[in-house]
């Protein structure tokens, strides 16, 4: 037994601090989230929410985003329409909590490990507003293509956005870097 844990050391480290830092960061965001009421929207969702509008008003679009009273939801609207609804799970958190374990399986010295978390991290916000600002205007052009857009081709865009960052971090920075 011993010499399998000795074999597969590494691999049971990685296993590890992948489990043990995803566990902690999502702890920490359910009970950050569990510091809002039951129907109410939490700050991240409602930043996102702002930012998205910041950026189709940026680009031209006569947007509104209206926080629901009583549902835990934001209504995108473009040109007088309602076309989507922002929640909890289109702040992309559990996307960047994903990244940073993964990161941190793999970390390499703690400025460059901190640094790369960091601009990931802002990275991976900065492409999830660019991708409901996106869904919403593609939604206005092509209302049936709403499960293609929104479950597919998104999400593709989204995760292959992070794993060509856990292969740019693996393959420079990370102590297992050539």
Not at 134 to 144: G, I, R, S
């Given at each position: 037994?011993?010499?399998?844990l000795?074999?597969?050391?590494?691999?049971?480290?990685?296993v590890?601090i992948f489990?043990?830092?995803?566990?902690?960061?999502?702890?920490?965001?359910?009970?950050?989230?569990?510091?809002?009421?039951?129907?109410?929207?939490?700050?991240?969702?409602v930043?996102?929410?702002?930012?998205?509008?910041?950026?189709?008003?940026?680009?031209?679009?006569?947007?509104i985003i209206?926080?629901?009273?009583?549902?835990?939801?934001?209504?995108?609207?473009?040109?007088?329409?309602?076309?989507?609804?922002?929640?909890e799970g289109?702040?992309?958190v559990?996307v960047?909590i994903?990244f940073?374990?993964?990161?941190?399986?793999?970390?390499?010295?703690f400025?460059?490990?901190?640094?790369?978390?960091?601009l990931?991290?802002?990275?991976?916000?900065i492409?999830?507003?660019i991708r409901i600002?996106?869904l919403t205007?593609?939604?206005?052009?092509?209302?049936?293509q709403?499960?293609?857009?929104?479950?597919?081709?998104?999400?593709?865009?989204?995760?292959?956005?992070?794993?060509?960052?856990?292969i740019?971090?693996?393959?420079r920075?990370?102590?297992?870097?050539?």
């Amino acid at each position: 037994m011993k010499k399998y844990l000795v074999q597969f050391k590494p691999f049971l480290i990685f296993v590890g601090i992948f489990f043990l830092t995803y566990i902690v960061l999502t702890l920490l965001y359910k009970f950050y989230l569990n510091s809002y009421e039951a129907n109410d929207l939490d700050g991240i969702t409602v930043t996102a929410g702002r930012n998205t509008e910041q950026l189709l008003k940026l680009l031209n679009y006569d947007v509104i985003i209206q926080k629901s009273a009583q549902n835990p939801w934001m209504r995108v609207g473009l040109n007088g329409k309602f076309l989507a609804l922002i929640t909890e799970g289109c702040n992309a958190v559990s996307v960047m909590i994903l990244f940073v374990s993964f990161v941190a399986a793999f970390s390499g010295k703690f400025k460059q490990t901190f640094l790369f978390i960091f601009l990931g991290v802002l990275s991976i916000y900065i492409l999830n507003i660019i991708r409901i600002a996106l869904l919403t205007v593609l939604l206005f052009y092509f209302p049936k293509q709403n499960h293609f857009l929104h479950g597919v081709v998104f999400p593709l865009i989204i995760y292959g956005y992070v794993f060509v960052l856990w292969i740019f971090w693996i393959n420079r920075f990370s102590k297992y870097a050539r």
